[in-house]
């Protein structure tokens, strides 16, 4: 039944959510201060992009979840469609990840993820469905796997891999194919471990221009499955000494904005690895906002936010664990996932144990496309709570 009933809302989720919404405001505007280009007002952008978002996050707490899964596969084709209309527009920093439209632009790959979420948890919850049945692993693989593979095509394989993840948990709940599930998952970090051990001794011009005398002993074949961005990437995580002018440099200089806060940090607007430049001022308010707060609130303040994404990560548990019905239990939980994969992701690349990534903080990294979708999932959430069974 749609309403909202203000009793049965989830009020720590709502706080949490006002709370690093507000947090992100005044880190971007830190992330561009003293900045000599036009972009002052991308603070305000944000709390823009927060209230629309806010307003759909309303209308799904107002609509009853449920009736979701009745034309769940209309909105999976919109999505398909989406993620194809990118490919007519021309390159946007050499990938086809946006639709422009009038005022902002769209990334459908954002609104993808979670639309993926909710078709695989519709396809699963519906009644009579036998997931011990070979058709119910392939159905869900095709269902993930056209998604997967668009956005991958655009390129964008970060935001790609996280369906992944999302994937594994909902059918391993559900019992489907799970010893298929974890040779497969065996079967994938095997490969990762090629392809990084791969890409760690590939040929590049450099070693091709050396004496034979003086090249390395382990040198294979330039890898043509990623693109060279991707590849350099990874050979800034797997060696010290890669690329110290591009990605390598970003890599660096997150390192020392976060170390350098030590435990209190330098005080907000005081971050001189932000402020002087050093960490470019082009990734600060999106990939590596976390580094913002890192340097000026120390290991103290970066702890909180730590916090607070516990609180809202374990009240998606929650309201996965109380929902009514199978379905509202899987999209609680894959959207759980999802949110909890980007933010060790995006944490774990600014401190240097993962390699660098493009996938942003939840509610904190500047962009439009981002905030929505993320208020989108979390009024879901949100929607499953105030409808639970309760006990």
Request: net charge positive; charged share 15%; with cysteine.
């Amino acid at each position: 039944m749609n309403g909202i009933s203000f009793r049965k809302l989830d009020w720590a989720m709502l706080g949490t959510i006002f709370m690093l919404v507000g947090l992100s405001a005044a880190f971007i505007y830190s992330a561009q201060f003293k900045s000599d280009e036009v972009v002052g007002s991308n603070w305000t952008k944000q709390l823009v992009f927060a209230g629309i978002g806010l307003c759909a996050y309303t209308m799904l707490v107002w609509f009853d979840y449920k009736r979701l899964a009745t034309f769940s596969w209309w909105i999976y084709g919109g999505a398909v469609l989406l993620l194809l209309l990118v490919f007519l527009f021309p390159k946007v920093n050499g990938a086809h990840r946006w639709i422009p439209l009038p005022g902002f632009t769209l990334q459908p790959s954002e609104l993808g993820k979670i639309i993926v979420v909710v078709a695989l948890s519709a396809y699963l919850a519906a009644p009579g469905r036998d997931v011990d049945d070979w058709k119910t692993f392939w159905s869900c693989t095709a269902i993930v796997g056209l998604p997967f593979l668009l956005i991958a095509a655009e390129p964008d394989l970060s935001t790609s891999l996280m369906l992944a993840p999302v994937t594994m948990v909902i059918m391993l709940y559900m019992g489907v194919q799970r010893r298929l599930l974890l040779i497969g998952l065996a079967v994938v970090l095997v490969l990762v471990i090629v392809v990084c051990f791969w890409i760690r001794f590939e040929t590049t011009p450099a070693i091709k221009a050396m004496p034979k005398a003086e090249r390395p002993e382990i040198v294979l074949p330039s890898m043509p499955f990623l693109e060279e961005y991707q590849k350099g990437r990874i050979k800034v995580f797997l060696t010290k000494d890669h690329d110290l002018a591009d990605a390598g440099w970003n890599k660096l200089q997150s390192q020392i904005a976060v170390g350098s806060g030590g435990l209190h940090g330098k005080g907000y607007l005081q971050g001189t690895q932000n402020i002087l430049g050093f960490l470019p001022r082009t990734v600060a308010p999106t990939d590596f906002i976390f580094c913002v707060v890192a340097e000026e609130t120390g290991f103290i303040g970066g702890a909180f936010f730590l916090v607070l994404y516990v609180i809202l990560l374990g009240r998606c548990m929650w309201a996965s664990l109380r929902s009514h019905d199978e379905f509202g239990r899987l999209m609680a939980l894959g959207i759980g996932v999802m949110l909890f994969c980007h933010v060790f992701v995006n944490i774990a690349m600014t401190i240097g144990i993962l390699p660098i990534t493009g996938l942003p903080l939840p509610l904190m990294s500047y962009g439009g496309s981002f905030m929505v979708s993320t208020m989108i999932a979390l009024g879901l959430v949100q929607s499953i709570y105030q409808r639970r069974r309760i006990r």
